[in-house]
T-cell receptor, first 114, second 116 residues
């Protein structure tokens, strides 16, 4: 069974530029999560989708971050404009359902903002 | 408040030593789930175990074992006869059952270095 796919793996941009990350969850998984992991810290949830609806985006900086999950499968996370403090690894995870199911993570996208 | 504390930032052992990674959590929920994930240098978080708050039985899987003690709010992870391939950052995480999203609340992680 294929795991969670993410692209790109690495991205370097200048501050104030925009960037987008893509995630394809495990087939059949209804719930998709985006986490931000700053160096030396544990991941922190940015947004969670159940099918194509948003369940929790309370920690998403909505003035610059946006995410969508069209057709309840793939998802895109965008940052516009990027700030230096957005340098982090962006992890996508998926689970069968929410609340209690195990989340499986993709390889992440390492973003560097110069 | 929901919180996970991994007090050990870094641990270094020599191959074949046993090592225990500590995890202490805080939650007011009576029903919750606890997880351990491994993050090797490649960066991907690898699922190791999930336990619910009503199951306090210790679990063993090969060289890995987990000790869940609700009385002390701890969920410790022991690697027996450590190997170089065990070198990674290990995260403990909490998922409160009644949290709508089922989001994971992670600790800061413990970086384990196993030297040959």
């Amino acid at each position: 069974e294929a795991g969670v796919a993410q692209s790109p793996r690495y991205k370097i941009i200048e501050k104030r530029q925009s960037v987008a990350f893509w995630c394809n969850p495990i087939s059949g998984h209804a719930t998709l999560y985006w986490y931000q992991q700053i160096l030396g810290q544990g991941p922190k949830l940015l947004i969670q989708f159940q099918n194509n609806g948003v369940v929790d985006d309370s920690q998403l900086p909505k003035d610059r971050f946006s995410a969508e999950r069209l057709k309840g499968v793939d998802s895109t996370l965008k940052i516009q404009p990027a700030k230096l403090e957005d340098s982090a690894v962006y992890l996508c995870a998926s689970s069968l359902e929410r609340s209690t199911d195990t989340q499986y993570f993709g390889p992440g996208t390492r973003l560097t903002v110069l | 408040a929901q919180k996970v504390t991994q007090a050990q930032t870094e641990i270094s052992v020599v191959e074949k030593e046993d090592v225990t990674l500590d995890c202490v959590y805080e939650t007011r929920d009576t029903t919750y789930y606890l997880f351990w994930y491994k993050q090797p240098p490649s960066g991907e978080l690898v699922f190791l175990i999930r336990r619910n708050s009503f199951d306090e039985q210790n679990e063993i899987s090969g060289r890995y074992s987990w000790n869940f003690q609700k009385s002390t709010s701890s969920f410790n992870f022991t690697i027996t006869a450590s190997q170089v391939v065990d070198s990674a950052v290990y995260f403990c995480a909490l998922s409160p059952f009644y949290n709508q999203g089922g989001k994971l609340i992670f600790g800061q992680g413990t970086e384990l270095s196993v030297k040959p």
